[in-house]
Every structure is written in structure tokens, then in C-alpha cells.
């Protein structure tokens, strides 16, 4: 029960992180920086938008991606406030439904593809805006990215063991 729980929270809490990373993503845009100015602080601040990190845009590019951002703001509908509500009331009854959960955890698992899904077009043509070298500095930053989580991953990985194996030796 306490892993149906955390699974329904954890997804509640992507559902708000989410929703309100696309809305940074559609402010930001609108706050980027002058002509020659990198991307950093702007749209790049944003987790879910490290694509275009380090990035020199020209002002059409900008104008662009700002038109593409707002376009999505209208065309997305909003996060249902009552289902997560619904959702919250589920966690708290006092006895707890375990297929009334899982039905709701996943409708907002739905919605939540969907944004993504939508995101990821977005970006896509956002992507198709850039120049080839614009494009190839991209692809580096990712692969630098890439790389690191790689690292950070097998750290994770590896340390359970060096702490299973302490625990051994000391015993």
C-alpha cells in the first residue's frame, strides 16, 4: 500500500512539476535575451528545456520560437485541478481504494504523456529552426549531458554495493 501511495504522489508531483516547467518554458521565451546573447538564464533555466543551452539565437529564430511557445499556451488545456484534488482525497481516505488510485493515477499519467507528447513536437519544430551549427552544438551539449547522467548512474549503482560490501566486513 505505501508503494501505491508514493507511485500516486510522485506522479501528482510530476503532473505539477511539469505543468509548471511548460509554463516557464512559454515566460521564458518571451524574456530572452538581445541579439548575441547566449541562452543562459532564459529558457535554459529550465530543466526540461536544457535543449538550448548555450545557444546564440538571431532574432528571428527568437521570434519564432516565442510564436511556437505561444501558439501551445492556447492550444494545451490546463491541468485538471480537480483530478489531482480527487487524487489528494484518494491518499486521505480513511480507507484506502487501491483501484479508485490506480484509475486516477492513471489519468493523470495519460494527460501527463500528452504534454509531453506536445512538448516534444514543440520542440521538434523548434529544433528545425536552428542552423546545422546551431543543430551540432546541440548535439554535443546532449551528448555532454548524456554522459554525465551515464556517470552519475553507474556512481548510484556502484554505491549500494560498496555500502552492502562495508556492511559485510563489518559483521
Known sequence: MRKVTA???????????????WAADVTT?????PPG???TGSIAQNPQSHM???????EQQRQQMRDLMQQTQHERPPVNVKDLETLHNLVIAEKFNETAV??????????QVARQVEMARIRNQMYH???????????QKHEQRMS?????T???????LHEASSADSNQ
Open 7 to 21: 507511485v500516486v504522489i510522485a506522479s501528482a508531483s510530476v503532473v505539477f512539476s511539469y505543468s509548471s516547467a
Open 29 to 33: 521565451i518571451d524574456g530572452m535575451h
Open 37 to 39: 546573447e547566449s541562452m
Open 52 to 58: 538550448f543551452d548555450g545557444i546564440k539565437l538571431s
Open 102 to 111: 490506480k484509475a486516477q493515477a492513471e489519468k493523470l499519467a495519460q494527460e
Open 129 to 139: 529552426l536552428l542552423t546545422p551549427q546551431q543543430q551540432a552544438v546541440l548535439q
Open 148 to 152: 554525465e547522467l551515464r556517470r552519475l
Open 154 to 160: 553507474n556512481l548510484q549503482q556502484v554505491q549500494p
